[in-house]
């Protein structure tokens, strides 16, 4: 056992560690959130101390009161961002900043406290060089990073707790979706909203997943693979999919315009959609945030001006739609095809994650 010490953390790595041929096996295909390394970080927050020192311990079961608010009233939020081998062997992480920010907002939202972006970012960097071995070395393959804080006051009145915990841990991934990079059929969800105005939409919390998932057993049922959400209150324009945010390409005679629905309150703002809308326009095409309604994506497509749709997030990078279903018919997009603009900016995505294309905006984080 190690102890070592932090600005704010204090570490205590586990006294085995899994062999080389264990940890080799486990990495080999591991899916997405399955396999998880052998270290986590917790961080406890009073009202009355704030945040204490954090602790880097061995990854394993969390001891809560039954009476703690977030099992009651749901106060969770958490994050997801990646670390990606680079080919001098360092470790990066892409863009850790705006997560700790967003981290924040969504705090904000649910009367949860501010964690400083320094501290969230020190935890993972910490995790990360502990769990190194765990960071895969293939292109397309990362090391997913899960923070979270949930409320963990015993109390059962309804106000906000008085005592958190943010924990951090870590899970090789492979392709978010199996079977790689296949173009997914979407159900255009209309008898379940995702968040409506006032809501919770832009934050990342636990309650918005908690709710979407009958809607994803409804478009299962129906053969599809995901759900697109609709605004709550016209229930025509389009908002997401799943937990991923949503472009669709134009061609706009002769001009590639990608198209994204404009941040309402109602949508997650996606590190990964700003991220796409700059290297958009770095690659020739024009970029556009605004409401896109379903009508319009039936027409667009019938007038042969729209010619791509795909899904963005840090889990999946980019998720090309196939086919999309409603009660009211279904449509079929680039030949159910992978498209040219979508795979080119996953392409200028990933070089740029994994080291292959220079980091122009300052996107990576060294880990050291
Ligand atoms: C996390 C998330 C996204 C994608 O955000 P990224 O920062 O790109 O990973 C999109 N929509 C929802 C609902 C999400 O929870």
């Known amino acids: 056992m190690a ?21 080799q096996l486990r990495m080999t295909n591991p899916g997405f959130g399955k396999v998880f390394t052998e270290h986590m970080v917790t961080i406890r927050y009073t009202d009355e101390k704030g945040w204490e020192r954090g602790l880097l311990q061995p990854y394993g079961p969390l001891m809560l009161d ?19 081998h680079q080919p001098d062997g360092s470790v990066k992480t892409f863009r850790p900043f705006a997560n700790a920010q967003r981290f924040n907002q969504s705090a904000e939202r649910l009367a949860m406290p501010q964690l400083p972006e320094e501290i969230f970012v020190e935890a993972a960097d910490a995790l990360i060089r502990e769990d190194r071995a765990w960071v895969p070395t293939a292109v397309g393959e990362s090391l997913y990073l899960r923070p979270l804080m949930i409320a963990t006051e015993a109390a059962l009145g309804v106000k906000p707790s008085h005592e958190y915990l943010f924990v951090l841990f870590a899970s090789p991934a492979g392709s978010y979706f199996s079977g790689g990079v296949k173009p997914v059929t979407v159900w255009i969800s209309e008898d379940y909203v995702r968040a409506a105005p006032g809501g919770t939409g832009f934050a990342k919390c636990a309650g918005n997943y908690a709710a979407s998932l009958i809607a994803q057993k409804q478009a299962q049922g129906e053969g599809c693979d995901q759900v697109v959400w609709l605004d709550a209150v016209h229930r025509k324009y389009i908002e997401e999919m799943g937990g991923m945010n949503i472009f669709f390409v134009y061609n706009e005679s002769g001009r590639t315009v990608v198209v994204t ?32 309604s379903v009508d319009e994506w039936g027409a667009a497509l019938k007038e042969g001006r729209m010619t791509e749709a795909f899904a963005c997030g840090t889990a999946a990078v980019i998720t090309p739609i196939g086919h999309a279903k409603s009660k ?4 079929t997009v680039n030949g ?3 498209g ?6 996953r392409e200028a995505l990933l070089n740029v994650q994994h080291g292959l294309a220079p980091d122009t905006h300052g996107w990576m984080h060294e880990v050291g």
């Open 3 to 23: 102890l070592a010490v932090l600005t704010h953390l204090d570490i205590r790595t586990a006294s085995e560690r899994v062999s080389d041929e264990e940890r």
């Open 66 to 84: 039954p009476a703690s608010s977030v099992l009651h009233y749901g106060q969770a939020i958490f994050e997801g961002f990646k670390a990606y």
């Open 261 to 292: 629905p404009e941040l309402t309150g109602t949508l997650l703002p996606g590190v990964t959609r700003r991220s796409i809308l700059e290297l958009a326009r770095e690659l020739g095409f024009d970029a556009e945030e605004r409401k896109i």
């Open 328 to 331: 009211h018919g279904e449509w």
């Open 336 to 338: 159910g095809r992978t």
């Open 340 to 345: 040219p603009v979508a795979a080119k900016l």
